[in-house]
């Protein structure tokens, strides 16, 4: 089944006006029917308009934000369970969590079931934050993280405190052990090089009753991973990777060799053996605020595109 893209997040990666784009995140009422994943935010950790930015992707949005650019995550609504989760804790939970839940066709709690973390990088993790006292002061909310990530969460304020007022649950989770989120689904956690300074960093494989999907947002080169990605990618239906930056040109003033991503150019060369129905099923995701790929009619998109892969889209349904 190809994605059904809800019409009120279609993005049109451009510095749209902030009527526009309001529209597009509030307009619809549509509900989900079928187990699915959403895309709930396709930017790096900084978003956009990115602090300390002069670029003229950033120039226009600092005056008329574009709503639709919150930062990398994935919704799992279950209406079969009645059941949402969250993948990632950003700094744009609050409204993604809304997202969520608007897209659910029965009433469910304030917060997801259930939250994985991928790794200790703000982007990531920092939205955790609202669930503390000074926000929703929650009970409970199920945080799955690696050891060294909720050794993390447990041993360093403020996310220390979350856990002491039992405001999140933390449950440990173990490389390449699956977690049943229900009869029909589960998730899998798998080590990824990153820069691991606080915690390790995972992707993860999520199984539903029809399709596999695979998410890494963040890794370092390909080449440094155990595993090869293009048999990964055969083995699923849609993969999720990190496009951080189109290409080198769009990082400077900063050592390269610190932010070793893979560029998009060089994953669409690794990927290009892969047959057509191969390559569709990638979509590239975790855009820095400088990425060409933000822009529907840029020439970069009319490559990835034309060369049969996708960028990545707020808002985009995918049946589970």
């Given at each position: 089944?190809?994605?059904?893209?809800?019409?009120?997040?279609?993005?049109?990666?451009?510095?749209?006006?902030?009527?526009?784009?309001?529209?597009?995140?509030?307009?619809?009422?549509?509900k989900i029917s079928e187990?699915?994943?959403?895309?709930?935010?396709?930017?790096?950790?900084?978003?956009?308009?990115?602090?300390?930015?002069?670029?003229?992707?950033?120039?226009?949005?600092?005056?008329?934000?574009?709503?639709?650019?919150?930062?990398?995550?994935?919704?799992?609504?279950?209406?079969?369970?009645?059941k949402n989760f969250l993948i990632e804790a950003t700094p744009d939970l609050t409204e993604q969590v809304r997202i969520l839940k608007n897209y659910s066709t029965f009433k469910n709690n304030d917060v997801p079931d259930g939250i994985f973390l991928t790794h200790a990088h703000i982007g990531h993790y920092a939205g955790l934050m609202y669930f503390g006292k000074e926000a929703l002061n929650a009970d409970s909310v199920k945080v799955y993280a690696m050891p060294r990530m909720k050794n993390y969460l447990e041993n360093n304020g403020p996310w220390s405190q979350l856990v002491k007022l039992n405001n999140i649950l933390l449950l440990e989770m173990l490389e390449d052990k699956k977690i049943k989120l229900s009869n029909t689904i589960t998730i899998t956690p798998f080590l990824?090089?990153?820069?691991?300074?606080?915690?390790?960093?995972?992707?993860?494989?999520?199984?539903?009753?029809?399709?596999?999907?695979?998410?890494?947002?963040?890794?370092?080169?390909?080449?440094?991973?155990?595993?090869?990605?293009?048999?990964?990618?055969?083995?699923?239906?849609?993969?999720?990777?990190?496009?951080?930056?189109?290409?080198?040109?769009?990082?400077?003033?900063?050592?390269?060799?610190?932010?070793?991503?893979?560029?998009?150019?060089?994953?669409m060369e690794l990927f290009k053996t892969l047959s057509k129905e191969e390559r569709s099923k990638i979509y590239f995701i975790h855009f820095n605020h400088t990425n060409p790929l933000l822009d529907s009619k840029s020439k970069q998109t009319k490559h990835v595109i034309e060369s049969g892969f996708h960028a990545a889209e707020i808002g985009a349904v995918f049946s589970l």
């Amino acid at each position: 089944m190809r994605p059904f893209i809800c019409i009120f997040l279609t993005l049109l990666f451009s510095c749209s006006s902030k009527e526009k784009s309001e529209e597009r995140v509030n307009s619809s009422n549509r509900k989900i029917s079928e187990i699915s994943l959403i895309v709930l935010g396709t930017m790096q950790d900084g978003g956009s308009p990115h602090i300390g930015c002069k670029r003229k992707c950033c120039e226009k949005l600092f005056s008329d934000p574009d709503e639709t650019r919150k930062v990398v995550s994935l919704g799992i609504v279950d209406p079969e369970n009645k059941k949402n989760f969250l993948i990632e804790a950003t700094p744009d939970l609050t409204e993604q969590v809304r997202i969520l839940k608007n897209y659910s066709t029965f009433k469910n709690n304030d917060v997801p079931d259930g939250i994985f973390l991928t790794h200790a990088h703000i982007g990531h993790y920092a939205g955790l934050m609202y669930f503390g006292k000074e926000a929703l002061n929650a009970d409970s909310v199920k945080v799955y993280a690696m050891p060294r990530m909720k050794n993390y969460l447990e041993n360093n304020g403020p996310w220390s405190q979350l856990v002491k007022l039992n405001n999140i649950l933390l449950l440990e989770m173990l490389e390449d052990k699956k977690i049943k989120l229900s009869n029909t689904i589960t998730i899998t956690p798998f080590l990824v090089p990153h820069r691991d300074e606080f915690s390790e960093t995972v992707g993860y494989k999520i199984e539903g009753p029809k399709k596999k999907i695979l998410f890494i947002p963040d890794i370092d080169k390909w080449g440094k991973w155990n595993k090869n990605i293009v048999e990964e990618i055969k083995k699923v239906d849609y993969a999720f990777l990190n496009g951080t930056f189109f290409d080198g040109g769009e990082i400077q003033g900063r050592d390269i060799s610190q932010i070793p991503h893979p560029f998009v150019i060089e994953s669409m060369e690794l990927f290009k053996t892969l047959s057509k129905e191969e390559r569709s099923k990638i979509y590239f995701i975790h855009f820095n605020h400088t990425n060409p790929l933000l822009d529907s009619k840029s020439k970069q998109t009319k490559h990835v595109i034309e060369s049969g892969f996708h960028a990545a889209e707020i808002g985009a349904v995918f049946s589970l």
